[in-house]
C-alpha cells in the first residue's frame, strides 16, 4: 500500500524525521560518490575504463538528484535538491563514510565501488518492494543501472585481484584500508529500524548477510583475502565524516558558494 | 462519440504526431515515441491533456532537453497548455524500444538491443549493423552515451556502438 495513500501515516513526526534522514542518506552516498567517480574524468588508466567511470557517475549524480528532489519535498522547508546538494556542510550530509573516500589508485576505486555497489543492490533490491511508492520507484528504475555497476566493478576486481603480482598486492593493500568503512554499512540504528518496521526499507541484519556471502564469493574468485572485521564503527550516515569530505565538498560546492543562485 | 470526445481524440492523435517528429537529442535518428519514453496522452479530469515522460537512465543528460524539446514542439503547434509530466514507475528498459526505432537504430549503424524474446533464448547476439555478422565483441559496457556500449566485428573489423540492453 502507498504510504501516501494512508491519511495517518505522515502526521507521525517521528517516521517523518527517520524518512527524510533515510532518503538524504541514500541521496548523499550516491551524490558524493558521484562526484568523486567525476574526478578521475581525462584521468582513467584507459579510455574504455574514463568513459565507464564517467558513465557511473551519471548514473550516480542521476539517482541523487531524483531522491534530494524527494527529500526536499519530505523537508517541506523550500530547499530544492541544489539547495541541499550545494547549500550543505559536512556535518549535514549524511552519506556512507566508504563513499567519501579518496580514488587513490585504480585498485581503491574498483574496491570502493564494488563494495558499495553489492550494498545498493541489497538496499534498491529490498526498497523495489517498499511501501512508499516514490522510493519504490526510484529504487526499482536505480537497481538497473547498479545492476551494470556491480558488472563493472566485480569484473575488475577479478582481473585485478587475480592479475598480475602487483595488481595482486595494491588490491589486497586497497581491501585493508577502506575494510574498516563497511561495519557501517549494514548496521541499524534507530532510523534504519524505524523505516524497516514501517515496511518502507529492508532489514539490515538479513540484507548484510546476504551481502557478506556476494562479498566472500567475489573475493574467492579474485584470490583475495578478507580482511578481519574493524571494531571501530564510523558514522558517516550520523553526519560524523572524515576529514575528506570537507575537501570533497569544497570543489563541489564552489561555484554556488562564490555566486550564490547562480544558474546556466 | 460526443463531439467533446471527438476534439479531444483528435487533439491526443495530434500531440502523439508532434511527439513522434521530436528527435532524442543525442540519436537523432531516433524520435522520442520510438524511444518509448512518451508513456501517455490521455485526457485529465479538467480536460486538459497531459503527456508522460520517462526519463531512459538517471542521469542521462539529454533528459532535461528531451523535456524543453517536446515543450517547446508543443507550444510551437498551439498546445501550449498540455501539461508535461515525469514518470518513473516501471522503469524503462530496452524492451519499450518500437520495431520501428529498432529498425531505425540499424539503418544509422548502431546494433539495436535485442527483443526480450530473443533474449530469453539463449545468448546475447549482437550483430554488426555494417556487415551483419554476429562474430563481434564487447570492446566496453560503457559507451559515448549513458545508453550505449562499444562493440567491434571480428569479420569487417569495424567498430561500432550497440544499444545497451537494460
Redesign the interface.
Known amino acids: 500500500m502507498s504510504a501516501v495513500a494512508e491519511p495517518g501515516a505522515r502526521s507521525d513526526p517521528t517516521l517523518e524525521t527517520a524518512r527524510l534522514r533515510y532518503v538524504l542518506r541514500l541521496a548523499d552516498t550516491s551524490l558524493v560518490l558521484g562526484q568523486r567517480l567525476g574526478e578521475w574524468v581525462g584521468h582513467a588508466p584507459a579510455l574504455e575504463e574514463d568513459l565507464g567511470l564517467a558513465n557511473l557517475a551519471l548514473d550516480l549524480i542521476g539517482q541523487a538528484r531524483l531522491l534530494l528532489g524527494y527529500a526536499a519535498e519530505l523537508e517541506g522547508r523550500g530547499r530544492d535538491e541544489d539547495a541541499l546538494a550545494y547549500l550543505r556542510d559536512a556535518p549535514e550530509f549524511l552519506n556512507l563514510t566508504l563513499a567519501e573516500q579518496p580514488n587513490g589508485d585504480f585498485a581503491d576505486t574498483v574496491v570502493r565501488q564494488w563494495l558499495i555497489d553489492a550494498w545498493q543492490l541489497e538496499i534498491y533490491g529490498g526498497l523495489a518492494g517498499s511501501s512508499d511508492e516514490r522510493l519504490a520507484a526510484i529504487a526499482a528504475k536505480s537497481l538497473k543501472e547498479t545492476s551494470y555497476h556491480y558488472r563493472f566493478s566485480s569484473g575488475w576486481l577479478t582481473r585485478l585481484g587475480d592479475g598480475t603480482e602487483e595488481s595482486h598486492a595494491r588490491t589486497q593493500r586497497s581491501l585493508a584500508t577502506l575494510w574498516r568503512f563497511t561495519g557501517e554499512l549494514f548496521a541499524p540504528d534507530e532510523v534504519d529500524e524505524r523505516m524497516s518496521a514501517a515496511g518502507i526499507a529492508p532489514a539490515l541484519p538479513e540484507a548484510g548477510g546476504r551481502w557478506q556471502e556476494r562479498i566472500a564469493a567475489d573475493l574467492r574468485r579474485a584470490t583475495l583475502q578478507c580482511p578481519a572485521s574493524h571494531p571501530y564503527p564510523w558514522h558517516g550516515k550520523r553526519g560524523v565524516h572524515t576529514e575528506h569530505l570537507g575537501h570533497l565538498l569544497a570543489e563541489m560546492q564552489h561555484l554556488q558558494r562564490t555566486y550564490p543562485g547562480a544558474r546556466w | 462519440m460526443s463531439a467533446v470526445e471527438e476534439a479531444s481524440r483528435t487533439s491526443a492523435e495530434r500531440v502523439w504526431q508532434l511527439l513522434e517528429a521530436v528527435p532524442d537529442p543525442e540519436i537523432p535518428v531516433l524520435s522520442i515515441v520510438d524511444l518509448g519514453i512518451v508513456r501517455y496522452v490521455q485526457q485529465a479530469a479538467d480536460g486538459r491533456l497531459r503527456v508522460g515522460l520517462t ?1 531512459t ?5 539529454a533528459t532535461l532537453a528531451i523535456r524543453s524539446a517536446a515543450r517547446a514542439a508543443l507550444d510551437a503547434a498551439g498546445f501550449a497548455d498540455v501539461a508535461l509530466e515525469e514518470v ?6 530496452s524492451d519499450w524500444v518500437t520495431p520501428a526505432g529498432r529498425a531505425k537504430l540499424a539503418a544509422f549503424g548502431i546494433a539495436p538491443p535485442p527483443a526480450r524474446a530473443a533474449r530469453e533464448h539463449g545468448p546475447l547476439e549482437v550483430r554488426c549493423p555494417r556487415c551483419g555478422s554476429s562474430a563481434t565483441e564487447r ?6 552515451t ?1 545508453c550505449k556500449a ?1 562493440y567491434r566485428c571480428s569479420d569487417c573489423r569495424e567498430p561500432f556502438d550497440h544499444f ?1 540492453c ?1
Open positions: 526519463p537512465y538517471s542521469g542521462c543528460p518513473l514507475a516501471p522503469p524503462w528498459s570492446v566496453s559496457e560503457f559507451g559515448s549513458p562499444h545497451k537494460i
